[in-house]
Each structure stands twice: as C-alpha cells, then as structure tokens.
C-alpha cells in the first residue's frame, strides 16, 4: 500500500526536477529560456560572485523576502494556507537559508547534500515540487522589484540557476524518502512539569519511527498549526520518546507543550535529523558538554553508551544548571551512573563561578584526545568548542547541532558564521533547519 504511494509521488518528483532541469524551461520575463544546472558541472563560484556583487541591489534581503512571500500569495492565495499565522520565524528562516546557499554555492557537493536532507525534512509541510517552481516566478518578481532599473539579468539568471539547483536537491531529497510518512503522529502519554517552565514529555508514536541516539526531531501541536520547532529526543531509540521542553517565551510551540499540553494529546513529528550522534567505532574516550536542557542529547547518547558498553572507553559528562534545582532529570542521571563504572560526571552550577561549565572544562588535565558531544545553549557550545579546538580536538571531533538563525553578512566562501570561529565541517553547523531546544 505504500508502495502503491510513493510510486506516483516518486514519478512527479522525477518529472517536476526534469522540468526545473530542463533547458526549455522559461523563466518569466524577457530572458527567459536558460538551461538548468546540472549538478554534477555546477559552476556554482562563478554564479557565487555574480551573487554577491551585485547584492546591494537586492539589499535588504528582508524586504526582498517581503516583496517574495507577497507576490507568492498574491498569485496563488491557496499557499497561504501552507504557512503558519505569524510569518516572523519563516522571513528569518527563508533569510538564513538564502545566505546558506550563497556562502556555500561554491562548494556544491556540500550544498546539494545539506538540500537533500531539507527536501526529506520539507515532505512533512506538504511542500509539492509544482510550488518550487511558483516559488521561482515569484522569487524572480521579488528581485526586479527590489532591484529596479539598475538589475543585471545575468545575476537573476544566476539567482535562478542557484535556485534551481538548491530545490533540484530537495526533490531528489523528498523523492528518495517517498516511502516514508513525511509526519509521523505520536501520542502523549505522560506530561510532567518539573519546573513551572520546564515538562518532560513521553510520546508513543502511532507508526513506526527509527531515530538515532543525539538527533532531533521537528514538533508541531495541533495548537499552533503549521509551526514547527525541533527538539532534541532525549532518549536512545527503544520504543517511547522523550522530548524535554523549556518554554522560552509566550505563544511559541514550546509554550503549547509545557502548559497545554496533557496526556492523550496527539502531536506531529517531523523527520529525525543531526550528526551529533556516536561513531560506529568508538576508539576514543568520549567528553559530553550538557547545559540545561542541553542534557536532552547527553542522556540519549548516554543511553546509547550503556546499551553499547564502551569497553576500555572512559566518558566524562560535564553537565550544568543555573542551580541544584536546574538538575531537573538528577534520577535518570543516578540512574545512569550505577550502570556505568566507565561513567565519570561532574555537575556544576553557576554558584560554582563566573562560566562554570568551561572553566570545568578547563580545570580537566586533558582533553585533547576524544570526541567531544556539546549540547545546551549556543553560547556555551561556542565556548567549549572554542577550548577544545585549542586543546587540539579537530574539527570533526568536536559534534553539537546547528547554531540557532540569525542575521549575519554573506561571505563568499569559507565556514559559516558560527559564533566562537570557525566550526567542525562534518554537519552543517548554522542551517536554515529548525535549531533544537
Ligand atoms: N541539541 C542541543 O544543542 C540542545 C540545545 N538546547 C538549547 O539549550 C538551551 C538550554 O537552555 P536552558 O535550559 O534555559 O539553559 P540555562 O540558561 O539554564 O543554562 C544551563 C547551563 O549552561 C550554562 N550557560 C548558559 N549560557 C552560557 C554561555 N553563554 N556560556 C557558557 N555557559 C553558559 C549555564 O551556566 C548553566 O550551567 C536552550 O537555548 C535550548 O535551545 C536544548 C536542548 C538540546
């Protein structure tokens, strides 16, 4: 029966990326009729530097995305249905991923592989490859408009061929996981509040769902339609989810799940996703970072370890709360702890001094020689990933998630802005994908 489904979807998706591949696909307007990138010759540099050239003339790119979602829902008012109410979180997505693509257009293979991970991630908003190609007529409206009189037309070929080559990857991305639901539900079957802004919730999903130990999952409440933030699963996969949530702020989703949210509640959840998971081999001693709810992750991948038995491996976990009260998951951790002799942790708070967690790091005789788990707030991620990189931890050593969104400058090439330098390669270290809480 599924089958049965994802052979047509599999079908279309392979015809709509064709299309967008397809030389005699017109672009709106006078120029229109250009060849699509090929992948595999992608001369993404070259349309990088047209790009940024002329970007003062498309600046700034949030009225260009302003002027982008108008023109969308002005042509087709039915897509506006797709979106959540308040447009704020997608403009400052929409914002971030277009200066993902233009820093990394001229590394293609990266950013194809980044793409096809969105794609697999986009199936569960209903997103059609028919609306890639609405979203191009539009994108190509937003940039005359914004641009004017002065506009190069080889620039807005090379906006369209990046374009064309970004969503090409997200429908190879969204074809090759037809098979799966692009959402999963999944029942609430405990909800605990151990702090007034703070609930542990156990989840029972209603189909099968294969995650690894240290991923994230994208959540949506039927209380906020159309809006999703992911969280980190804060347990190894075996059966129940376990989701810790903080509420931050009023009327997001993290708010709908620590104080409307009750037992017999049914969620949606998106598609697993992040690399801040154990090695198959695990040939060194393993050092965990967890602040806050950052201790989501270090539970998982702890649970991983004592399912694994890390034999004559030592994991050191530095976990930290603003104060003993912040410990708001200590039993699971007890727990942990006296099934794992190779377990050494030390809590710290912030009694214990100004920046405890990294001057603990500090304080630890050597850190050099393992693969280091961060998870928590960005600033502390930053920070220890800063310390341990001068410690002599390479880069693909060090794992924690994407940084949150946020404005930054577009640069040609090199790592994205991640705060604290340059950050590991092995995953995308600030995305347009939902950062994790
Ligand atoms: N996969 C991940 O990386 C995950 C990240 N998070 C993020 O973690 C954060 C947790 O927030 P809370 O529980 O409110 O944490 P919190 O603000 O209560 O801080 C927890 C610990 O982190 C330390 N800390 C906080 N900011 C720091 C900084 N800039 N530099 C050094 N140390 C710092 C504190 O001293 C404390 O020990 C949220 O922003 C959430 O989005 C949460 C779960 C998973």
Sequence with gaps: MKDYHALPARQEAMRLRQQLLSPAQPV????????????????????????????????PLATLIDRLYHAMFTRHPYLRQLFPESMDFQRAHLEH??????????????????????????????????????????????????????????TERAWV???????????DGAAGTAREPGRWRATVVRHELRAPDLAVLRLHPCEPFHHRAGQYVPVQSPLLPHTWRSYTLACAPAGDLELHVRCV????????????????????????DGDTVLDDDLD??????????????????LEELVRRRPLGRTVHLFVGARSAA??????????????????????????????????????????SDRTAYLSGPAGLVATAAALLRRAGVPDHRIRHDPFPVGPGPVAP??????????????????APAGFPG
């Design 28 to 59: 709106t307007g006078p120029h229109a009729g250009h060849a699509g990138p090929d992948p595999h010759v992608y001369d993404g540099a070259a349309d990088q530097a047209l790009i940024v050239r002329d970007l003062p003339a498309v600046a």
């Design 97 to 154: 991923a277009f200066r993902f693509a233009i820093e990394h257009l001229d590394r293609p293979a990266e950013l194809a592989g980044f793409c096809t991970r969105l794609g697999s991630g986009h199936r569960r908003l209903g997103v059609l490859p028919a609306h890639y190609h609405v979203f191009e007529e539009s994108l190509v409206e937003a940039l005359r408009a914004t641009a004017g009189e002065a506009w190069e037309r080889e």
């Design 161 to 171: 061929r990046m374009h064309r080559f970004v969503t090409g990857a997200m429908i």
């Design 249 to 272: 702020a009023a009327g997001g989703v993290s708010e709908a799940l620590v104080t409307r949210t009750a037992p017999g509640d049914e969620l949606h959840l998106g598609r697993p």
């Design 284 to 301: 060194r001693d393993v050092l965990i970072v967890a602040g806050g709810t950052g201790w989501a992750t270090a539970r998982a991948l």
């Design 326 to 367: 912040g410990f708001y998951d200590d039993a699971a951790l007890t727990r942990l702890e006296a099934r794992a002799p190779w377990l050494r942790v030390t809590r710290v708070t912030d009694a214990d001094g100004p920046d405890p967690l990294p001057a603990a790091l500090l304080r630890h005789a050597d850190l």
């Design 413 to 430: 090439s090199g790592p994205p802005p991640a705060p604290g330098g340059s950050a590991a390669r092995g995953a995308a270290r600030t």
